[in-house]
């Protein structure tokens, strides 16, 4: 069973910076594709950005230009750098790991102050 485990919400001013983490239990290469999705109040689960295991990455057009995936196949964790964060990035921000079914983190709050 593999696990996911996130890091690295929390409270931040509109403009300032959080890293997101995503340990998983298992080998990166296992996975087809690594994500990051975030649910708002209200809202659907949406796609963030993701990596493929070639480390090609891509990103929602409305965090292009603000938000970095990466990956580290040594450590076996994602990252997500979020900078110029708004306050419509307030969010539950979940990992996601792809082989033929679909492996959740449980999620870290984000939450942009304005």
């Known amino acids: 069973q593999v696990q996911l485990v996130e890091s690295g919400g929390g409270l931040v001013q509109a403009g300032g910076s959080l890293r997101l983490s995503c340990a998983a239990s298992?080998?990166?290469?296992?996975?087809?594709?690594m994500g990051w999705y975030r649910q708002a109040p209200g809202k659907q689960r949406e796609l963030v950005a993701a990596?493929?295991?070639?480390?090609?990455?891509n990103y929602a057009d409305s965090v292009k230009g603000r938000f970095t995936i990466s990956r580290d196949n040594a450590k076996r964790t994602i990252y997500l750098q979020m900078d110029n964060l708004k306050p419509e990035d307030t969010a539950v921000y979940y990992c996601?790991?792809?082989?033929?079914?679909?492996?959740w983190g449980q999620g870290t709050q984000v939450t942009v102050s304005s």
């Open positions: 996601n790991g792809k082989t033929v079914r679909d492996y």
């Open positions: 298992t080998s990166l290469i296992s996975m087809n594709v």
């Open positions: 990596i493929t295991r070639g480390a090609m990455s």
